[in-house]
């Protein structure tokens, strides 16, 4: 069996993150794991925004130059890229004046362009998984996990007792249907059709259709990681019926 990890974000934490995903990764028998990743990088000593109601230590969020070389050799991605979060302008027209922008509550404002730099960098990590499955043309992977780079509970999950149609999230919010977004394990099919949500952010927050859907799942479409993962997957699949869920996959 063959597993794409797709990681995107900040690395906050990265070590720590890393062996989680290792202790993990070397639990599941038969797998082989291939790593893809987006990184955000800052200038030296400059310190990463998080969202106003993290609790997180300033150490966490010091950007350090060792970041670049640690990474490529923690993973050994077969494709990744690192931008200097600095240099990356987010496209308002993406999100302003659209109809869920004007109704999104005061505290999702606050935290906006931590929100946006997120859905950028995760489009970035599906883009470079797409690509290089349309170059090679020869990898048939399994499953894809969609994951943070300072992930510190791990699912409790065996891939070869999944089920290779179904999408699966963490249960930390059930009984709603609001989607965790720290790590998130389907197939590539699914997860290319979904993860585009940076270049479609326009679409998606416009769509009336998409809003009363929405509404009708007792959730609604806020400008933030977890309505924006929902809403998404909602504008291609309608429901949620493929939905199965794991205990694990938090922070």
């Not at 906006?112 to 489009?123: A, E, H």
């Not at 009363?212 to 949620?240: C, G, R, V, W």
Request: glycine fraction near 2%.
């Amino acid at each position: 069996m063959q597993i794409a990890v797709v990681l995107y974000g900040q690395p906050r934490d990265y070590l720590k993150g890393y062996n989680n995903i290792m202790k993990f990764i070397n639990k599941q028998e038969d797998c082989k794991f291939n790593f893809f990743f987006h990184c955000w990088t800052l200038n030296e000593n400059e310190i990463y925004k998080c969202s106003p109601w993290r609790n997180i230590n300033n150490n966490e969020l010091v950007y350090n130059k060792n970041v670049i070389s640690e990474l490529i050799e923690l993973y050994n991605p077969i494709l990744y890229e690192f931008e200097n979060q600095n240099n990356v302008i987010i496209n308002e027209s993406l999100y302003k004046d659209t109809i869920v922008y004007n109704d999104t509550d005061i505290n999702s404002l606050s935290n906006i362009n931590n929100t946006l730099f997120q859905m950028y960098s995760r489009n970035k990590a599906r883009n470079l998984l797409n690509k290089y499955l349309i170059d090679t043309n020869n990898i048939n992977y399994d499953f894809v996990m969609h994951i943070r780079f300072d992930i510190n509970d791990m699912p409790k999950i065996n891939f070869n007792e999944l089920n290779k149609s179904q999408v699966y999230i963490s249960n930390l919010h059930l009984p709603r249907i609001s989607m965790p977004d720290n790590c998130i394990i389907t197939n590539p099919y699914i997860f290319l059709e979904w993860f585009n949500i940076y270049e479609m952010l326009n679409d998606i927050l416009n769509d009336n259709n998409l809003l009363m859907k929405i509404t009708s799942l007792n959730e609604k479409i806020l400008i933030n990681p977890e309505q924006l993962i929902l809403a998404k997957y909602i504008y291609h699949y309608n429901n949620t019926d493929n939905i199965a869920y794991f205990s694990g996959g938090s922070l």
